[in-house]
């Protein structure tokens, strides 16, 4: 019930095509959905985050859509640069009570220039 | 500042040796975690500091000692590790442990143990 499912795990794109990674949760506590951006060396950065009551974000390149009754979220980028090849993970957070900040398993990805 | 700050970047150090790894955020943030994170693996909490009194502990071995000085500071104590401890340890912040939907990570330090 705490995991978080990330999928794919690897994903190859051509730059300025659309990168979409998908992750799926069981527990219907969490309530925060932040995705983190992580280059080689450097410890993960917050990109965007969304929560339950909105289906969608859009941040510049970056989408998060959510579907709160299939419990899935989904981070999108639009125009796919070199520059955001990086592993991506999915997070999942209970922001009452037990503390709990599930991180999926992770995405890598590579834009071809 | 919106920095959190590690050191050192990287270490080596034998199974006997004892060290620390360091961590300072000026942000303000009341909450401090350590994370260590295997390659090609997501982040996995360690420890969590909330107004620099230990709040979580996930069952890490006593190898591995936190302390958190002060609100700013979070410190990492190493002593008798084995090999599979090597990873990227990484430090983390946010405003606090029940708001910290945000977590802000250092770079990490890159631990070898031979």
């Known amino acids: 019930q705490q995991q978080v499912k990330q999928s794919p795990q690897s994903l190859i794109v051509q730059k300025g095509g659309i990168s979409i990674i998908n992750c799926a949760y069981e527990n219907t506590a969490f309530d925060y959905f932040p995705w983190y951006q992580q280059f080689p060396g450097k410890g993960p950065a917050l990109l965007i985050a969304i929560r339950p009551d909105v289906s969608e974000k859009k941040e510049g390149r970056f989408t998060i859509s959510f579907n709160k009754s299939a419990k899935q979220f989904s981070l999108h980028i639009m125009d796919s640069q070199p520059g955001d090849s990086a592993t991506y993970f999915c997070a999942a957070v209970t922001t009452s009570g037990t503390y709990k900040y599930i991180f999926g398993t992770g995405t890598r990805l590579k834009v071809l220039a | 500042d919106t920095e959190v700050t590690q050191t050192p970047k990287h270490l080596v150090m034998g199974m006997t040796n004892k060290k620390s790894l360091k961590c300072e955020q000026h942000?303000?943030?009341?909450?401090m975690y350590w994370y260590k994170q295997k390659a090609k693996k997501p982040p996995e909490l360690m420890f969590v500091y909330s107004y620099e009194k230990l709040s979580i502990n996930e069952s890490v071995p006593s190898r591995f000692s936190p302390e958190c000085p002060n609100s700013s500071l979070l410190n990492l104590h190493l002593h008798a590790l084995q090999p599979e401890d090597s990873a990227l340890y990484l430090c983390a912040s946010s405003q606090a442990e029940t708001t910290g939907e945000k977590l802000f990570f250092g770079s990490g330090t890159q631990l070898s143990v031979l």
């Open positions: 942000m303000g943030h009341r909450a």
